[in-house]
């Protein structure tokens, strides 16, 4: 079965710093998303992306964190200036279109450790 | 908000026994879906169902939703130690994006 894949798994960085988070979703899907879960908490919406635009976002994405679709199978999170509390770990998602564009898959995640 | 809520938020029970998850959210929604998430793992889709559909199965899963009531249930049938997880509901209104719910750590012990 076809699967997105995130790198890296886990990723530890000094507070302060850039952090790209990689994602390549199933191939021929339109519709990608990031999500982030803190320990022990919800899973919560960042942002979604379609056609090369952000389609939605939520209060949690400010200006620290922008998405790229670099080419035609990455997709991308940059979190700028990292904080304590980014520490997380985040989820690319993607689905498709049709009758199946319904199920949105998740990848294995990135755990970010922000010291 | 459209948020689901899940109950209870932790369950135990022993290996062989059914477990039952419930979900409610608050407005109307297009689908629900389950996922499971395994500690420090992704999140694993489970089962959709739509706003027009009343139950489905899959293996020893049984989701029903009652949209009347705005609550969706997951039943585990004979559960095993491997069932052990959190698991998640996430509904999505038209329009809107997938919401998830704080989630069920369900511990199947053996």
């Not at chain 1, 389609?55 to 670099?70: A, G, L, M, T, Y």
């Not at chain 1, 689905?95 to 450790?113: D, P």
């Not at chain 2, 297009?30 to 996922?35: D, E, P, T």
């Not at chain 2, 899959?58 to 585990?76: E, M, N, Q, Y």
């Amino acid at each position: 079965e076809p699967e997105v894949t995130q790198t890296p798994s886990h990723q530890v960085t000094q507070m302060g710093q850039e952090v790209i988070l990689r994602c390549v979703p199933i191939s021929n899907h339109l519709y990608f998303y990031w999500y982030r879960q803190i320990l022990g908490q919800k899973v919560e919406f960042l942002v979604s992306f379609y056609n090369n635009e952000i389609s939605e976002k939520s209060e949690i994405f400010d200006d620290q964190f922008s998405v790229e679709r670099p080419d035609g199978s990455n997709f991308t999170l940059k979190i700028r200036s990292t904080k304590l509390e980014d520490s997380a770990m985040y989820f690319c998602a993607s689905r498709g279109t049709g009758v199946s564009g319904n199920t949105i898959y998740f990848g294995e995640g990135s755990w970010l450790t922000v010291v | 908000s459209q948020q689901g809520e899940e109950d209870p938020q932790a369950l135990s029970i022993q290996e062989g026994e059914n477990a039952t998850m419930n979900c409610s959210y608050k407005t109307s929604i297009n689908n629900l879906q389950w996922y499971r998430q395994n500690s420090g793992r992704g999140l694993v889709h489970l089962i959709l169902i739509r706003s027009n559909e009343r139950e489905k199965h899959s293996g020893r899963l049984r989701v029903t939703l009652d949209t009347s009531k705005k609550s969706s249930s997951l039943l585990i049938t004979a559960s095993r130690a491997a069932d052990t997880a959190s698991y998640f509901c996430a509904t999505e209104a038209y329009g809107q994006n997938f919401v998830f719910g704080p989630g069920t750590r369900l511990s199947v012990l053996p």
